[in-house]
């Protein structure tokens, strides 16, 4: 049984990867119990990752006499050959400004030097526990904490970041129904149909927008319509992922009515109009949109609202998709 217990516990080390040192965090301008708190959730991070066998605070502090702060690289590589490990972890932990700056490097004791390192910074002391985090991952696969974020994991400062970051182009579709209330000669709703294209900032966005409305119940040739082509600009009440929007467009419009005999023409098109955008910091949103529509034609105003679905994609900055519909 013993034997067993033994064989078991060298496979879980050998499974564990490298032995691993992780020197206590220098603070700069961080009390030193923030600083020692902090080099105790890393240990536990890295350990988790399950790419190292983490050397223990006690370990450390029988070989050295105490859970030593190491700074340097040359000491830490001498410190860690006491200790048995092959690879060894300095870090610190630094306030500048309002940030709170986590810095670590990967030693290889053998000789190479520093093999990887990175930092990450927060504005919020709350969220040390998720800076410590990634870079314990960080470590454990050599890739930079800001190159993969996982849901959860984003801190404040990274949030505001993406918030102010470029402006997106892109585009899609739009699909509903006009109420035509006036100067159409028909009550009928008409559907509309058309193509959007956009354009993102993080507290805007513009608009291109064409679109078709046909009263199809008749089935004449001389069906009213109404075909705006619009550019309009709307405010974006938040940056949070569902946020209502206000705004306007104006441009040019053909139409068709039956009102007086048959009318047809060019007209110029105010349309006031607001909506509730879904997903606005993903890649793609989903809006419902609600917009009235005014076309000042020679014989008369068409007007009515017009109840839509617009299903828009990003295509990143610099492409806006093909004929504007994000394809």
Same mark, same amino acid.
């Given at each position: 049984?013993?034997a067993?217990?033994?064989?078991?516990?060298?496979?879980?080390?050998?499974?564990?990867?490298?032995?691993?040192?992780?020197?206590?965090?220098?603070?700069?301008?961080?009390?030193?119990?923030?600083?020692?708190?902090?080099?105790?959730?890393?240990?536990?991070?890295?350990?988790?990752?399950?790419?190292?066998a983490?050397?223990?605070?006690?370990?450390v502090? =029988? !070989?050295?006499?105490? &859970?030593?702060?190491? %700074?340097?690289?040359? #000491?830490?590589? @001498?410190?860690?050959?006491?200790?048995? $490990?092959?690879?060894?972890?300095?870090?610190?932990?630094s306030?500048?400004?309002?940030?709170?700056?986590?810095?670590?490097?990967?030693?290889?004791?053998?000789?190479? =030097? !520093?093999e990887?390192? &990175?930092?990450?910074? %927060?504005?919020?002391? #709350?969220?040390? @526990?998720?800076?410590?985090?990634?870079? $314990?991952?960080?470590?454990?696969?050599?890739?930079?904490?800001?190159?993969?974020?996982?849901?959860?994991?984003?801190?404040?400062?990274?949030?505001?970041e993406?918030?102010?970051?470029?402006?997106?182009?892109?585009?899609?579709v739009?699909?509903?129904?006009?109420?035509?209330?006036?100067?159409?000669?028909?009550?009928?709703?008409?559907?509309?149909?058309?193509g959007?294209?956009?354009?993102?900032?993080?507290?805007?966005?513009?608009?291109?927008?064409?679109?078709?409305?046909?009263?199809?119940?008749?089935?004449?040739?001389?069906?009213?319509?109404?075909?705006?082509?619009?550019?309009?600009?709307?405010?974006?009440?938040?940056?949070?992922?569902?946020?209502?929007?206000?705004?306007?467009?104006?441009?040019?419009?053909?139409?068709?009515?039956?009102e007086?005999?048959?009318?047809?023409?060019?007209?110029?098109?105010?349309?006031?109009?607001?909506?509730?955008?879904?997903?606005?910091?993903?890649?793609?949103?989903?809006?419902?949109?609600?917009?009235?529509y005014?076309?000042?034609?020679?014989?008369?105003v068409?007007?009515?609202?017009?109840?839509?679905?617009?299903?828009?994609?990003?295509?990143?900055?610099?492409?806006?998709g093909?004929?504007?519909?994000?394809?």
């Amino acid at each position: 049984m013993t034997a067993a217990i033994s064989a078991i516990a060298l496979l879980s080390m050998l499974s564990a990867g490298p032995k691993v040192v992780v020197f206590g965090f220098q603070g700069i301008g961080v009390d030193s119990v923030t600083a020692l708190v902090a080099t105790s959730v890393f240990r536990t991070e890295l350990g988790n990752t399950g790419k190292f066998a983490v050397a223990t605070a006690d370990e450390v502090a =029988g !070989v050295l006499g105490a &859970d030593k702060v190491v %700074t340097k690289v040359s #000491d830490a590589q @001498d410190a860690a050959r006491q200790i048995g $490990a092959a690879k060894a972890v300095i870090g610190s932990l630094s306030k500048l400004g309002t940030q709170t700056i986590g810095m670590v490097k990967l030693i290889d004791v053998a000789g190479g =030097g !520093v093999e990887f390192e &990175d930092q990450l910074a %927060t504005t919020n002391r #709350d969220e040390l @526990d998720i800076v410590l985090r990634r870079l $314990a991952k960080a470590v454990a696969f050599k890739t930079k904490a800001s190159a993969e974020v996982e849901l959860g994991e984003i801190t404040e400062k990274e949030s505001k970041e993406v918030n102010r970051k470029q402006a997106f182009f892109g585009g899609g579709v739009t699909l509903g129904g006009f109420i035509p209330v006036g100067g159409l000669g028909t009550k009928t709703v008409m559907p509309v149909l058309g193509g959007i294209g956009l354009y993102e900032a993080p507290d805007f966005f513009a608009e291109f927008r064409y679109t078709g409305s046909l009263d199809i119940a008749s089935g004449s040739h001389s069906s009213a319509s109404i075909i705006p082509i619009t550019v309009g600009v709307f405010k974006t009440a938040s940056r949070e992922d569902f946020t209502p929007y206000y705004g306007g467009a104006l441009g040019i419009g053909q139409y068709t009515s039956n009102e007086q005999d048959y009318q047809s023409g060019w007209g110029f098109v105010v349309a006031p109009g607001a909506g509730y955008m879904l997903f606005h910091t993903f890649d793609f949103h989903v809006m419902a949109d609600l917009r009235y529509y005014l076309v000042f034609g020679g014989d008369g105003v068409k007007h009515g609202p017009a109840i839509t679905i617009n299903l828009a994609f990003r295509r990143g900055k610099g492409g806006g998709g093909c004929c504007l519909l994000g394809f």
